[in-house]
């Protein structure tokens, strides 16, 4: 096989043994559902706890970069601290390990299609059985096959790179024999992991260059430094765009990794290197391939393995400095504050359907509060006309604009969701965020309106009886308490809202008519005029409004009615 076809064919194995990882890393997302969101809320501030779950799901997920990047969007939203994030970082570095083993204890040391191939064929034929459950487990199985195939691909053709001379004279130039190499070789590996985009995929490219004897253990140990570093650019990527405490927790992650290989190449040949072989049996120095292919492997799994758990170790007592330099790293800018700007959504859509699921969870609660805060303002306004109408104005017509913002991004983000692959629960909770966002816009300018209308009244001199004052009152209360239900209850499903939300909506529809009677009264009492209670009676029909889109968005997060 000549250069080119070595190349393509190395390529085309990587592409599968990625694209195993992606179904693998998806399926497994998909079957734990919402576990993994509720087992990240419920981190404390114990670092030790933070590690062990951070250890956990990405053993469960296979990807630390998925786990990371949850971690962005949840620091984003301001459900996890920095400090917490850290913890937890510590442990997605060593439960990324895992991969690692996989491929050192099965993929080199028994025959692969022998076990990639039915994995293949029985997890395709799984995907179509009924039980929604199953068929993600078929698919992890596929996934599971798909990886191990590829990597099968690669491992033969680098085989035929051993027949090159030219290549195996390029890589004798690219061998870690001392501080200087070691570091050319880590950057190696960083571009690479970077450009990839896994850590997995490269370190299972880099053991599959060692077991066909193309590089030396101590090489192969350097680049799986440099990948460590390379596998921190996927958060990095996920911040851009989000809060700068999601930046920090990302900068958290580079330097844990940074730092930590800095320091472990300062006793790379001379301390690290013999105690992983101290710590494994077998030669992987021996000159004989077959003898040293048997063992590398193990030794490069332990090798990244003791990296991060020596690493976790060291840096545990210091997640207060590493918080410090991250913040430095990603310092909160003087006077920032961009209403405009995406708070918990990344301008990079992962493809992780329980992550963007929450952080579009969290926008909506966001724009939920901001139409909280527009009626609130509105109604000091009305309240206060001279002293408000001036700056307050200005600030309730901007967040108006906001809502109209946030509306049409929030939007495109779900319905991009929706074009991934997602269960039906999934499914059905985009479509039902697509319907609450599209009512808080409309409630935003009923609230734009009732401003308007305040302004009118205040412009054209009209006074307000104090029974219609009290009127007016008395339903915006039941309106606000309204929002402030939705806002304590639109990031979860609970059917309960529904009990509260039908007698509020009742409550706010009985207080229209009985107080367009009352104004009748008035108007035949001499006590109102008419010019007051047209706008009195489109004040009424406005917070009537608010209370009907409150009651669609009630029953929309409630899973009560389907969309």
């Not at 990240?40 to 250890?55: A, D, M, Q």
């Not at 391939?289 to 492997?297: E, F, P």
């Not at 300018?445 to 009152?473: P, T, W």
């Amino acid at each position: 096989m000549d250069g080119f076809s070595i190349g393509v064919t190395i390529f085309g194995g990587l592409g599968l043994f990625l694209f195993g990882m992606k179904i693998m890393s998806e399926s497994l997302q998909l079957a734990a559902g919402e576990r993994l969101k509720g087992i990240l809320w419920k981190v404390s501030n114990n670092r030790i706890k933070g590690v062990f779950t951070g250890l956990f799901i990405t053993s469960i997920i296979q990807s630390s970069s998925a786990t990371t990047v949850m971690l962005v969007s949840f620091v984003s939203a301001g459900l996890l601290t920095l400090h917490q994030s850290i913890g937890i970082i510590y442990g997605a570095n060593i439960g990324t390990t895992i991969t690692g083993w996989l491929v050192a204890l099965i993929g080199f040391k028994v025959k692969i299609t022998a076990v990639a191939l039915p994995c293949i064929g029985i997890g395709f034929f799984i995907r179509f059985i009924s039980n929604e459950k199953v068929r993600y487990y078929g698919e992890v199985l596929l996934g599971f096959g798909v990886l191990f195939f590829g990597l099968d691909i690669m491992s033969n053709a680098v085989k035929d790179l051993r027949n090159s001379e030219a290549i195996l004279s390029v890589m004798s130039h690219y061998s870690a024999v001392d501080i200087p190499s070691t570091l050319i070789v880590v950057a190696i590996g960083t571009i690479i992991t970077m450009i990839v985009q896994s850590s997995s995929a490269t370190v299972a490219m880099t053991m599959t260059l060692a077991v066909n004897g193309l590089i030396d253990f101590p090489t192969a140990c350097a680049l799986i430094l440099g990948e460590n570093i390379g596998t921190t650019i996927t958060a990095n990527i996920a911040a851009i765009g989000a809060s700068t405490e999601a930046k920090q927790a990302a900068r958290a992650h580079f330097l844990f990794n940074f730092i930590g290989v800095i320091w472990i190449m300062l006793i790379f040949h001379r301390f690290f290197i013999p105690f992983v072989d101290w710590l494994v049996p077998g030669n992987p120095y021996s000159d004989i391939l077959a003898v040293k292919s048997k063992v590398i492997a193990d030794h490069m799994a332990a090798f990244h393995t003791c990296f991060n758990v020596i690493n976790t170790i060291v840096f545990l007592p210091f997640v207060n400095i590493l918080a410090k330099l991250s913040i430095k790293l990603a310092p909160q800018p003087e006077g920032e504050k961009d209403e405009f700007h995406l708070k918990y959504i990344s301008t990079a859509l992962v493809s992780t359907p329980t992550i963007n699921i929450n952080q579009a969870r969290l926008e909506t609660k966001r724009m939920c509060g901001i139409v909280l805060e527009m009626f609130d303002l509105v109604m000091d306004v009305f309240h206060h006309p001279k002293e408000k109408l001036g700056t307050q104005v200005e600030q309730i017509i901007k967040l108006e604009n906001l809502t109209d913002h946030l509306e049409k991004e929030i939007s495109g983000f779900l319905v991009s969701i929706l074009q991934n692959n997602i269960s039906y629960e999934q499914s059905e909770e985009v479509s039902s965020l697509l319907h609450t966002v599209n009512e808080l816009e409309r409630m935003g300018d009923n609230c734009e309106s009732l401003l308007k209308l305040i302004r009118r009244k205040y412009e054209q001199g009209i006074e307000f009886s104090d029974e219609a004052v009290k009127g007016i009152d008395e339903i915006a209360s039941k309106v606000r308490e309204f929002l402030v239900l939705l806002n304590d209850n639109i990031t979860i499903r609970n059917k309960d809202i529904m009990t509260d939300s039908k007698f509020l909506e009742d409550r706010i529809d009985e207080l229209r008519s009985e107080l367009r009677k009352g104004h009748v009264n008035r108007l035949n009492e001499g006590v109102c005029d008419v010019n007051a209670g047209l706008i009195f009676i489109d004040m009424l029909s406005k917070f009537e409004k608010i209370g009907d889109h409150a009651y669609n968005v009630a029953e929309s997060i409630s899973g009560v009615r389907v969309f």
